[in-house]
C-alpha cells in the first residue's frame, strides 16, 4: 500500500495509544457527568482539546482543494472564523457560567423544554453532518496518501470503529487527555508538506516564475471570495459558533472562567496558524502538478504519497496518525456532544429516576447511533466543500434564538421558534428552481448577483443566502415576540443571573443552569438603561484579551501577504 513496516509500527503504536487512554478513563466515570462534562482540566489541556476539536483533516483538504482551484483566496474556507475569533475571548465565560452539561440544557433554562428538544434536534443533525464531512475529507487524504490502494469507504470504516471505542469507553475525559497528543501530530501534518513541494519547484522564486496566473496569490477573488464574500461568511460563523453543540465543552470542561477563555481562543487562533501552509501547499501545487490531472480533493493526500516516503521509514506513518488524529479526536467530541443532547435532554426527562449507571449505558448507545448517522451521510457526501457550506448554514439556524435570547429579554419562546423555523425554509427556498429563476430575472441581480451559473445550473451566491435566512429569520423571531406571550421574569431573572456571576473554583452543581446552594447572583451591570436589554459591562481582563485575539488576527494576515509576495 506504498506504506514501509515502520509505518505500519507507528500506526500500531498510536491505535494501541488510544485504547490503553480509553480504557484507564473509563473506570473514572461514576455519574453521566464525568462521561459528558468532566471540569478539571487547565489551560494547557482546555488549548489542545479545542485545537484538536476544531481542527480536522477535512479542513486541510478543503483548504488546499479551493486553493488548488481559486489561489490564496482558498483561506477563507477556514479563515472565514478569523474574524470571529476575538469573540471566543467574550463568549467562553458566557458559556462556562451557564453551569449547564449541554447546550439543550441552556434553551431549557432561557425560553422551555419545546426549544430544548428544538436544539437537540437541530444540534444532533448538525454533528451527524459534521462526522461525515470529516470522516470523508480524512478519507480522500488517507486513501490518496497510500497511492488509492486503500479505500475511502474502507478507510471510513476503519477510523470510525478507533474513535467509537475509546470514546464510548472514556467519555470526554478520554478525547482532551487524547486531544493533547493528537494536537502534536496535527501541527506536524500540517506544516510537513509545504516545504518539501517548494523545494521541488525552485522555492518561491521558482514558484513564482512558473505560476502562470498571479492572480492566484491574491486573497481577495473578486469573482468568487470577494470582501462581502469574507465578511458575510465571518458574520455566518459568529452567529452560529455558540450552538455548535460541542464548543460548550471547549469553554466549560475547565476548571476556570480562564482556562476556557485561553483554551478556546488560544486554540482556534493555533488553528488558523496551521490552515496557512494548508493552502500554500494546495497553491505550490498548482505548479508542481502542471500538466497532470490530480482530484482537487486529493491533493493534500497524494503530495504525502509522493514525498513524505523519501524523508524516512515511518514519515508517512506519522502524517498517517497525524490524519487520523485530527478526524478522530473531532470526531470523538462531536459523537460525545451529541449523544449528551440525547441522554440529557431528550431520553432523561422521560424516564428521570434511572440509576446513574443505565444513563451512561443510554449515552454509549447514543453515541453509536449518531456516528451510524455520520457513516451513511459520509458515503453520500459528493465533496468535501459541499459539505463545508452544508455545516456553515446548518450552525447558524439555532443560532438566531440564542442571541436574540441573550441580549433581548422581550425574545419569547414563540419567537426563538419563528427565527428557527424561518431560516430553515428560507434556506430551504433559496435552493428551489422556481425561487432562483426569480431572483435571476430581478433588475438588481444585474449589478448584486443575488444567482450564479454553475455549469448549466442556476446556483444562488453563497453570501446572499446566508444574508437571506440571517436577516429573514432575525426578523420573525423579534416580531412574533413582540405579539407573544413573553417568559417569566424568574425564569428571565435566574437565566440572566447565572451569566452575571462569575465562577467559584471547586464550586458544586447539583442541578444544570443553577447557581450553587448560598451564592449570591452578582449585581446588573450593563451597557444600556433599558430594562429589555442585557449587553454586560465587560471585564478588563476581557477587553484585554479581546484586543489582543485581534492583533493575533492582524499579524496571522501579515504573514500570509509577506509569504505571497516573498
Known amino acids: 500500500m506504498g506504506l514501509h513496516f515502520v509505518d505500519y509500527i507507528v500506526l500500531g503504536l498510536y491505535f494501541l495509544f488510544l485504547l490503553v487512554i480509553g480504557y484507564l478513563e473509563s473506570k473514572k466515570i461514576k455519574i453521566?457527568?464525568?462521561?459528558?462534562?468532566?471540569?478539571?482540566?487547565?489551560?494547557?489541556?482546555?488549548?489542545?482539546?479545542?485545537?484538536?476539536?476544531?481542527?480536522?483533516?477535512?479542513?486541510?483538504?478543503?483548504?488546499?482543494?479551493?486553493?488548488?482551484?481559486?489561489?490564496?483566496?482558498?483561506?477563507?474556507?477556514?479563515?472565514?472564523?478569523?474574524?470571529?475569533?476575538?469573540?471566543?475571548?467574550?463568549?467562553?465565560?458566557?458559556?462556562?457560567?451557564?453551569?449547564?452539561?449541554t447546550m439543550s440544557d441552556v434553551f431549557q433554562c432561557r425560553f422551555n423544554r419545546s426549544v430544548a428538544i428544538l436544539f437537540a434536534i437541530v444540534g444532533m443533525w448538525n454533528l451527524t453532518v459534521?462526522?461525515?464531512?470529516?470522516?470523508?475529507?480524512?478519507?480522500?487524504?488517507?486513501?490518496?496518501?497510500?497511492?488509492?490502494?486503500?479505500?475511502?469507504?474502507?478507510?471510513?470504516?476503519?477510523?470510525?470503529?478507533?474513535?467509537v471505542i475509546y470514546g464510548v469507553a472514556g467519555g470526554l475525559s478520554a478525547a482532551i487527555i487524547i486531544g493533547f497528543v493528537q494536537g502534536v501530530l496535527i501541527v506536524i501534518f500540517s506544516f510537513i508538506l509545504l516545504p518539501l513541494v517548494l523545494y521541488n519547484v525552485g522555492g518561491f522564486e521558482g514558484f513564482r516564475q512558473k505560476l502562470a496566473d498571479p492572480q492566484m496569490l491574491s486573497l481577495i477573488a473578486p469573482a468568487d471570495i470577494g470582501f462581502f464574500y469574507i465578511f458575510v461568511l465571518a458574520l455566518n460563523g459568529l452567529v452560529g459558533i455558540v450552538t455548535q453543540p460541542h464548543v460548550l465543552a471547549n469553554c466549560a470542561a475547565g476548571k476556570s472562567e480562564l482556562d476556557g477563555q485561553v483554551g478556546f481562543m488560544g486554540g482556534n487562533m493555533l488553528k488558523r496558524l496551521v490552515t496557512i501552509p494548508w493552502c500554500f501547499t494546495g497553491v505550490v501545487a498548482v505548479v508542481y502538478f502542471a500538466g497532470r490531472h490530480v482530484d482537487a480533493d486529493k491533493v493534500f493526500g497524494t503530495l504525502a504519497n509522493e514525498f513524505l516516503p523519501r524523508i524516512f521509514p515511518g514519515a508517512l506513518g506519522i502524517f498517517i496518525a497525524g490524519i487520523m488524529s485530527a478526524v478522530m479526536n473531532a470526531c470523538g467530541t462531536f459523537m460525545l456532544s451529541s449523544s449528551a443532547l440525547f441522554t440529557e435532554n431528550v431520553y432523561k426527562?422521560?424516564?428521570?429516576?434511572?440509576?446513574?449507571?443505565?444513563?451512561?449505558?443510554?449515552?454509549?448507545?447514543?453515541?453509536?447511533?449518531?456516528?451510524?448517522?455520520?457513516?451513511?451521510?459520509?458515503?453520500?457526501?459528493?465533496?468535501?466543500?459541499?459539505?463545508?457550506?452544508?455545516?456553515?448554514?446548518?450552525?447558524?439556524?439555532?443560532?438566531?434564538?440564542f442571541w436574540l435570547g441573550l441580549f433581548w429579554r422581550r425574545t419569547t419562546v414563540a419567537g426563538a421558534w419563528a427565527a428557527t423555523l424561518v431560516s430553515v425554509a428560507v434556506w430551504w427556498l433559496t435552493t428551489q428552481p422556481f425561487c432562483l429563476s426569480w431572483l435571476n430575472s430581478l433588475p438588481a441581480n444585474e449589478t448584486l448577483k443575488f444567482v450564479v451559473t454553475k455549469g448549466t445550473m442556476l446556483e444562488i451566491y453563497?453570501?446572499?443566502?446566508?444574508?437571506?435566512?440571517?436577516?429573514?429569520?432575525?426578523?420573525?423571531?423579534?416580531?412574533?415576540?413582540?405579539?407573544?406571550?413573553?417568559?417569566?421574569?424568574?425564569?428571565?431573572?435566574?437565566?440572566?443571573?447565572?451569566?452575571?456571576?462569575?465562577?467559584?473554583?471547586?464550586?458544586?452543581?447539583?442541578?444544570?443552569?443553577?447557581?450553587?446552594?448560598?451564592?449570591?447572583?452578582?449585581?446588573?451591570?450593563?451597557?444600556?438603561?433599558?430594562?429589555?436589554?442585557?449587553?454586560?459591562?465587560?471585564?478588563?481582563?476581557?477587553?484585554?484579551?479581546?484586543?489582543?485575539?485581534?492583533?493575533?488576527?492582524?499579524?496571522?494576515?501579515?504573514?500570509?501577504?509577506?509569504?505571497?509576495?516573498?
Open 32 to 101: 453521566s457527568k464525568d462521561f459528558f462534562m468532566p471540569q478539571k482540566f487547565g489551560k494547557i489541556f482546555m488549548l489542545t482539546f479545542s485545537f484538536g476539536a476544531g481542527t480536522h483533516a477535512d479542513q486541510a483538504v478543503g483548504v488546499s482543494s479551493k486553493s488548488f482551484t481559486n489561489g490564496l483566496s482558498g483561506i477563507w474556507y477556514q479563515w472565514l472564523y478569523l474574524f470571529a475569533t476575538p469573540f471566543y475571548w467574550l463568549i467562553a465565560p458566557v458559556m462556562r457560567r451557564f453551569r449547564a452539561i
Open 130 to 163: 459534521m462526522i461525515g464531512l470529516m470522516l470523508k475529507g480524512s478519507a480522500e487524504v488517507l486513501s490518496s496518501s497510500a497511492g488509492s490502494l486503500i479505500s475511502v469507504k474502507g478507510t471510513i470504516a476503519l477510523m470510525t470503529v478507533m474513535f
Open 349 to 401: 426527562p422521560i424516564w428521570p429516576k434511572k440509576e446513574q449507571k443505565h444513563y451512561i449505558l443510554v449515552g454509549r448507545i447514543a453515541s453509536v447511533a449518531v456516528v451510524a448517522g455520520g457513516v451513511l451521510f459520509a458515503y453520500w457526501l459528493p465533496g468535501v466543500v459541499k459539505g463545508l457550506e452544508i455545516f456553515w448554514m446548518v450552525s447558524a439556524m439555532m443560532a438566531l434564538a
Open 462 to 566: 453563497l453570501p446572499w443566502q446566508m444574508t437571506f435566512y440571517l436577516v429573514i429569520g432575525t426578523i420573525a423571531g423579534i416580531v412574533v415576540s413582540l405579539f407573544t406571550k413573553p417568559v417569566s421574569e424568574a425564569k428571565l431573572d435566574n437565566f440572566y443571573a447565572l451569566i452575571r456571576t462569575p465562577i467559584v473554583p471547586g464550586e458544586k452543581i447539583l442541578t444544570p443552569c443553577t447557581l450553587p446552594p448560598g451564592t449570591v447572583p452578582a449585581p446588573r451591570r450593563n451597557l444600556f438603561p433599558s430594562k429589555n436589554l442585557e449587553i454586560m459591562v465587560p471585564s478588563r481582563t476581557s477587553v484585554i484579551g479581546f484586543l489582543v485575539g485581534w492583533v493575533c488576527a492582524a499579524v496571522l494576515i501579515w504573514i500570509v501577504y509577506l509569504l505571497a509576495n516573498m
